[in-house]
């Protein structure tokens, strides 16, 4: 419980953050409020209800509503618009119209807040349970053009000649696919890896001759962008690393097909998700979205093999740990060799060896080590 007496604040227009004086009714202090929902009180201690905007009506309709004017709410505190996006995202409540306006008619005030303060509120939309609502009308109102304009330039336009995917709406559905393979509540990692899995797309679209569309690479070029764009949130290093990982990998289950890949090609997969596998597994999971029954199902039965195989692999070799058949201590002593960038690339020898071929015995494995020393002369 915070005690405090009345207050009131007093904005500057090239900062969010008040000067706030003690105020004299509870009035003028509930009208600060962000939404009407929210500016409600009981005085004590004769328990007389407050609500001089109208909230009570508003939350039995479900409906976001500012206390005074929308604009001078906005004006006073730009970031009360990212937060109508993440209440509606979180409350499943509907925004008032004239409120989407004044969020279309003040967007590039955003520009005024922090990054942290813009992250930690698209966190908290993109972490609830009806994150579609809050990041379409951010699209809607251009909120998303100034703090994360890779989710609108999804929306590619097509024509009679160049039908494609809508990348937008396909991207939000992978997202709610991926909340529906959560196990243990909302994933931030995942989620962020669904929200950005295919923004590498605008910058790789390519028409072809016969009329389809090709985006070449775009897992590669996506995860840069992501980077990036992270970045600028600042999101924590290691969260960048892990969503960019993902965007680059959640493609290179398609060049499994039917199966034919080499037990060097899963130990391979394995290897660079890493600690990422079952988010991996997840999300290439949720990014089919295709309405053909047979295919959705032949992709279903194709990754579930996948993932039998790994399961097989990693009892018979421990993959999440796998490292070459001789560690650098042994590389040293049957070669004669201190420390130094030869014992690294022999230890990278016996690695590749041991990811083509799997386990070897010690004496194969020290045979395998002198022929590769014999061809370095």
């Known amino acids: 419980i915070e005690v405090t007496t009345y207050r009131s604040e007093a904005y500057d227009r090239t900062s969010r953050k008040p000067e706030v004086s003690y105020g004299d009714s509870i009035e003028e202090d509930l009208v600060r409020r962000d939404f009407t929902v929210n500016a409600m009180a009981v005085a004590l201690p004769e328990k007389e209800f407050v609500d001089p905007h109208g909230g009570l009506e508003d939350l039995a309709a479900r409906v976001l509503r500012t206390p005074g004017t929308p604009e001078a709410s906005f004006s006073d ?171 680059e990998l959640h493609l290179r289950f398609h060049g499994y097909g039917t199966g034919e890949w080499t037990d060097s090609a899963v130990r391979r997969y394995v290897r660079d998700a890493g600690p990422l596998l079952d988010r991996l597994h997840k999300l290439t999971r949720s990014d089919c979205t295709t309405r053909n029954k047979r295919k ?51 230890y990278k020898h016996m690695l590749e060896l041991r990811l083509e071929h799997g386990p070897m015995e010690h004496d194969a494995a020290v045979a395998a080590l002198k022929e590769w020393w014999a061809a370095q002369g």
């Open 296 to 346: 959705a199902a032949a992709l279903s039965r194709a990754y579930d093999g996948l993932e039998e195989r790994i399961a097989q692999l990693q009892e018979q070799e421990e993959l999440d740990s796998i490292r070459p058949d001789l560690d650098g201590n042994q590389i040293m002593e049957i070669l004669g060799v201190g420390p130094g960038p030869v014992i690294g690339n022999a």
């Open 77 to 247: 505190d730009p970031l009360r618009m990212m937060r109508a996006a993440r209440f509606a995202a979180q409350l499943d409540f509907e925004v008032a119209p004239e409120v989407v306006t004044a969020m279309k008619e003040m967007s590039e005030r955003i520009e005024i807040v922090s990054a942290e303060r813009v992250r930690d509120e698209l966190n908290k939309l993109i972490l609830s349970a009806h994150p579609r609502k809050g990041l379409t009308l951010m699209v809607d109102t251009g909120l998303a053009e100034r703090v994360f304009p890779e989710l609108p330039a999804l929306r590619l336009e097509s024509d009679e000649h160049h039908r494609h995917k809508d990348v937008y709406e396909h991207t939000l559905i992978v997202l709610e696919q991926a909340m529906a393979l959560e196990e243990n509540g909302p994933d931030l990692t995942l989620r962020l890896a669904a929200l950005l899995h295919d923004i590498g797309k605008p910058r790789t679209r390519r028409f072809e001759g016969d009329g389809r569309v090709s985006f070449h690479h775009h897992e590669v070029v996506g995860a840069k962008m992501t980077k990036k764009r992270m970045t600028a949130l600042k999101y924590s290093n290691e969260l960048v690393k892990d969503v960019s990982r993902l965007v």
